[in-house]
């Protein structure tokens, strides 16, 4: 009986060693590591069976990592990812994964490369790992950065008509700039790696734009607010001063130099715009209005397009 138990623990034990690393790569893949871009390593694979994390005859290593050589070890928010230095089919296999601060694998002896993400900040060190355990620390090097934005005299703008876009700081030759992070909100922190970066501040959808240069420091939050000089313009058709706006109003808006930068149809036209000189055409009923009008930075209005016969344009002129 004794030796049908031991027989019965040693198939189990088989098969759960056997499903191990299916499993391993089923969370790996859950993980999202196919998404990330690592800086250095051009291109890597979640292994279909691999390693399993904890080895017997592997050593244990404690993983670190810090914004600055100097500072104190980052307790949340990191993403580890290990990998075996050698690609396979042009891709780097991982081998195992961690979040939060301190990470402790159980590995077995060799080189492996490591990769730590903090935000969108990251560095990557080649180890070796031994039968004895051992420490190693990365230094990101990085920053935080938090932006916003204001009107003329500091009045606040309403998140939600406000995005960045935070660009690498170097041009390329065609003086086109890689797209580092989208839409980010007013005064959220982004974690980034120390150095220039370029920043637009768009207000609204049309051409309230902001770009400036901005250097975040390691270990430090870097504030920045941008000011705009623009407002927010509303449009309206009506038979008189005052009157009701006319629906079913085609909008066509042109800057100062003629050129069409917004088109829009209903009673009400609503935008954000820059300071400036521009013209408003409405079309209602194969009847063309327009109107000139100057945009004053941090001066809300309201615009009113006369549907009069003297206001009215001759159609083919409109066309032009």
Known sequence: MFEGRLRLFLVRLCAALFLLPVSMAVAQEKDGVGDLK?????????PKSGTPLALGGGGAITLSAQLTDKGTDITRGLVWRVFKPEAVNGKLP???SAHGGSAVFQLEPGSYLVHASYGRAGATKRITVGKEAKRESLVLDAGGLKLDAVLSGGVRIPPKKLRFSIYEGTAEANGDRALIIPDVEPNSVVRLNAGIYHVVSTYGAVNAVIRSDIRVEAGKLTEATVEHHAAEITMKLVREEGGEAIADTSWSLLNESGDPIKETVGAFASMVLAEG??????KNRDRIYQKDFTVVGGQNQEIEVLATEAAAMDPEEGAD
């Open 277 to 282: 000189d521009y013209t408003i055409i409405a």
């Open 38 to 46: 690592l800086p250095g390593i051009s291109s890597y694979a979640t």
């Open 94 to 96: 991982m081998v195992a």
